[in-house]
């Protein structure tokens, strides 16, 4: 584990997932120190990134969400100081983060997404309802765990426009989108493949804040007991609609399979939850990658951008025990 150097896990930050990221950091820097990595928790909310540097850093392992953490920023700030880190590089965070911009990808290739209108204070709320139905979302275009997030069923007391005020409180850019009905599924993706797929059942259908991170009424269910080819194809639809914007080393799309069996993609996440209710450790384990694995691989695979371009083969090699037939696992 020397060969890490000294890893830095960042979490906390100024965001308003700040609580759950100290929840993803501090179980992201136990797993490492009981593996013998030379790790230390590091809140850019406090501390001066620049400081990294000073402090002679060699990797980081970022555990920071939302906004300036998972949204491009602090993966500038690091390859300017030419510290490598863990996710996906500065063009697919800031990209990612960005839920209009997503959609706009993933429309112009083939990736099916809900319907949605960008709206304002002055949008012709009934228009909207006309052109998408009803009910709908709506929510900020670049915050995440449901922050700021409304169902609206009905209109007729001014509805939509109170639920644009709660999202605008979080974000200038607010979408209104389509509510699709199905079952709620999320993909993990590791090392260039998916995970296996996680089936989620909150209470009352409703996968909010609250549901995400504390409840213990959610279910979750892996494998998700669909059928083998079904889970296969959304598996490669969701590697495809993972690079497609750009992400690289891990992260975690979420999606709706309707009844009829399409599916529409709703958002994906660079920096995953890491924390005892998370879905992409819960994923891995079903696929023999215990936790602690888990964030030794993606601190091994820490990058630049430049070096995820081209290829490096020591990172390449770094997968082979946690991605080869018959390697995976670690015993706890």
Not at 143 to 159: P, Q, R, Y
Not at 255 to 279: K, Q, W
Request: proline fraction near 5%; charged fraction near 20%.
């Amino acid at each position: 584990m020397s060969g890490f150097g000294k890893v830095a896990v960042l979490m906390g930050g100024p965001s308003a997932e700040r609580e759950i990221s100290f929840l993803s950091g501090n179980a992201v820097l136990k797993a490492l120190v009981e593996k013998g990595v030379d790790a230390h928790a590091f809140d850019p909310a406090e501390r001066d990134v620049w400081t990294l540097k000073d402090e002679r850093f060699d990797r980081v392992f970022i555990a920071l969400h939302g906004r300036f953490g998972e949204d491009g920023t602090v993966q500038g700030a690091l390859e300017t100081l030419k510290i490598p880190y863990t996710g996906s590089g500065v063009m697919a965070s800031a990209l990612a983060m960005d839920k209009w911009r997503t959609k706009l990808v993933w429309q112009a290739t083939g990736i099916p997404t809900p319907r949605y209108h960008v709206v304002t204070a002055a949008t012709d709320w009934m228009r909207t309802v006309a052109e998408l139905g009803l009910p709908l979302i709506v929510k900020p275009a670049r915050e995440g765990s449901t922050i700021g997030i409304t169902k609206v069923g009905t209109v007729d007391h001014g509805e939509l426009a109170l639920a644009y005020g709660e999202a605008a409180k979080h974000d200038d850019l607010v979408l209104v989108e389509e509510f699709v009905t199905g079952m709620e599924l999320t993909v993990g993706i590791l090392a260039g493949r998916a995970l296996p797929l996680i089936r989620i059942e909150a209470p009352q259908g409703n996968y909010d804040y609250h549901a995400k991170y504390f409840s213990d009424e959610t279910k979750y269910f892996c494998p998700c007991g669909l059928p083998d080819a079904v889970e296969r194809d959304i598996q490669a639809a969701s590697v495809a609609a993972f690079d497609i914007v750009g992400c690289t080393g891990w992260g975690r799309l979420d999606l709706i399979l309707r009844a009829d069996g399409s599916y529409s993609f709703l958002e994906v996440n660079t920096s995953p939850g890491m924390t005892s209710h998370s879905l992409v450790p819960m994923s891995a384990k079903a696929s023999g990658v215990s936790y602690r694995r888990l964030c030794l691989h993606l601190v091994a695979n820490a990058a630049l951008d430049t070096a995820r371009a081209l290829s490096q083969p020591d990172a390449v090699d770094l997968l082979e025990p946690i991605t080869g037939p018959g390697s995976l696992g670690d015993p706890e």
